[in-house]
């Protein structure tokens, strides 16, 4: 933290140029009318298996994530792990529920999730749910790329905010013009250098710091496992996986999920790559050894980090890592990975979020019947609101609370799991219950992290068993029994159920 | 969605999908693997553990895929 770093800088720099030429010409790439909604927020739907995976990788290992598990493990040990059984048991859920997706929404045109909800319940209040659910747990999502980049200026010794601002702007600006196509090409660079970032990681530290079995040695031994079960409370063994199970059943309900799934060619190139994304699980798994590795090597004992630590706290392991590690030049180029990391999933975020908001509230009740083109100039502006919405937030709310909201945002988006998911198998569910169990999932769902000071646990008493679990898996449960038994009150007192404007035949 | 008669193989396709229950069961069932030994280089037991089921679910992934290719449209 002494100062500007000049060649970390420069490569910086250069790289970050690089990404932002591909993100005005993507435009040009696959060449569509970008003035309709499905060709700018979508990509055309014309990305193949491999496009598909980089676009996938680029927007769920967000920069975020690499920063904030290593973090997590550098601080809590083995309980940060929890990551790799969340990516493990997220591909197998995918190919069964993702095709079925895909299919009825390339058949019936839909762009979102909750277009599909509008047509399959027949419900204009239960898409619109599931519409701003998504919308408030991607905006504090968005935000938290921003701190990945904030954190990684600062280790360049950059200080004040207008970096992030013109970083921002050009984001912004490129996401407008070219839509899905920017992230879609980005990401192809991105995971590029991500990758190379942590193979050198991972063979240049152990290297230093006497291999792994030296790094394992220098973790606290109370770190290296989860805690066993004390009496009457299961303890770890019930957190670690109820997490693991939750964020995976969440993963692809979010916004920037969908999208990535939708703008695919074909089911084929999303079965496929159910089979090639845990290549990222497994990078993913590498980097939280990072946190480890940090541990090892004494960054938080180092003076010349002291400052660093203290503005950032534990997401400051990696950088400080980096630059204790690395020369210059490629310390610069692993934070360019971070940076760039950052940008990919946010501006899907926010493509997403413009989805949504055009579709299921613009379309849907400002404007009705508008056509294509004011359609997609409404989802590019709101883009743009979305990304300012979020960068405000980042500059002047405590990060705290961004924290705390994304951690909220994915409690409340498993909420839509009976909608989204439950729908595309059956409506034996009736819409009105659903949109019930929905609101008592959220209701349950803050509740429970509100009094847990918004950890993410929240301990469940079972007679005289105390069970710590995921309170977004809690509050599932609850969704789910109020789903099932207001649907048997609304049918016995004759409720409509609502025409389904989908066929058995648009499915498969 | 009709099994038309490309589907010839006698077994239902969705029973390849059973394939997919084990990462689940060797995953989220904790007490398998909160443990140091045996360790493989230094490297305890719940790493190298839960690294080895990126590849096996890979491996289950690729299986399934195969097996329920024929019934796709």
């Known amino acids: 933290m002494n100062g500007v770093n000049a060649a970390a800088l420069a490569v910086f720099l250069a790289l970050f140029a690089v990404v932002t030429a591909i993100g005005f010409v993507a435009s040009r790439w696959r060449q569509g009318d970008l003035d309709q909604l499905h060709e700018w927020g979508l990509g055309g739907r014309r990305f193949g298996t491999l496009v598909t995976w980089f676009l996938l990788g680029g927007d ?148 230093k710091l006497g291999g792994f079995a030296q790094i394992f040695a220098a973790v606290p031994p109370q ?195 009976p909608a989204v998911v439950v729908g595309l198998y059956t409506r034996r569910l009736h819409r009105w219950g659903v949109l019930a169990g929905w609101a008592v999932g959220m209701g349950l769902g803050s509740w429970m992290m509100w009094k847990m000071d918004f950890k993410s646990v929240y301990p469940l008493h079972l007679g005289g068993l105390t069970v710590p679990g995921y309170a977004a898996l809690w509050a599932l449960v609850a969704n789910f029994v109020v789903a099932v038994l207001a649907t048997l009150a609304f049918d016995a007192a004759g409720a409509d159920k609502g025409a389904d404007r989908t066929e058995a035949s648009d499915y498969a | 969605m009709a099994r038309d008669s490309r589907t010839t193989s006698n077994s239902p396709s969705w029973l390849w999908y059973l394939l997919l229950l084990p990462p689940f069961v060797g995953m989220l069932w904790v007490p398998f693997y909160n443990r140091l030994e045996p360790s493989i280089g230094g490297v305890p037991f719940f790493y190298w553990y839960q690294f080895a089921w990126i590849g096996v679910s890979v491996v289950l992934t690729t299986i399934v895929y195969f097996g329920t290719r024929d019934a796709e449209p």
């Not at chain 1, 909800?117 to 209040?125: C, L």
């Not at chain 1, 968005?142 to 950059?158: F, H």
């Not at chain 1, 590029?192 to 530290?205: E, G, N, W």
Request: hydrophobic share 55%; glycine share 8%; aromatic share 12%.
């Open chain 1, 60 to 207: 769920l290992y967000t920069a975020y994530t690499f920063m904030a598990v290593p973090a997590l493990v550098f601080g809590a040990g083995a309980l940060g792990f929890f990551a790799l059984p969340y990516t493990v048991i997220a591909y197998p859920l995918v190919l069964v529920v993702m095709p079925r997706m895909w299919c009825v929404t390339h058949k019936r045109g839909y762009i979102t999730a909750a277009d599909f909800v509008r047509g399959r319940f027949d419900s204009g209040a239960l898409a619109l749910a599931v519409a701003v659910t998504g919308i408030l747990a991607t905006m504090p999502y968005i935000g938290l790329q921003l701190v990945g980049i904030q954190v990684v200026l600062g280790a360049l010794g950059i200080q004040g905010d207008l970096p992030l601002l013109i970083a921002f702007l050009i984001l912004a600006v490129y996401t407008y013009q070219s839509g899905l196509r920017a992230p879609a090409l980005i990401a192809v660079v991105k995971d590029a250098i991500i990758y190379v970032t942590v193979i050198a990681a991972v063979a240049v530290v152990p290297m």
């Open chain 1, 223 to 417: 770190k290296l496992l989860l805690a066993a079960p004390k009496a009457g409370s299961l303890g770890q063994y019930a957190s670690y996986p109820t997490l693991a199970l939750g964020s995976a059943c969440a993963l692809f309900l979010y916004p920037h999920s969908m999208t990535g799934v939708l703008s695919s060619s074909g089911r084929a190139a999303i079965r496929r790559n159910t089979a090639m994304l845990p290549a990222y699980s497994f990078l993913l798994a590498l980097i939280a050894l990072l946190g480890y590795m940090a541990l090892a090597a004494g960054v938080d004992k180092n003076p010349a980090y002291a400052a660093g630590f203290q503005r950032y706290g534990t997401n400051f392991a990696v950088p400080a890592l980096f630059l204790d590690s690395f020369p210059g030049w490629f310390a610069g180029f692993a934070f360019a990975s971070i940076a760039i990391g950052a940008l990919v999933p946010a501006a899907i975020m926010s493509i997403a979020a413009a989805n949504l908001f055009t579709r299921n509230i613009y379309r849907e009740y400002v404007r009705p019947g508008c056509g294509h083109k004011e359609e997609a100039t409404a989802a590019k502006v709101a883009s743009l609101v979305v990304k300012f919405g979020a960068l405000v937030f980042i500059l002047y709310v405590p990060q705290k609370y961004a924290i705390d909201m994304q951690l909220l945002g994915g409690v409340w988006i498993l909420q839509t799991l």
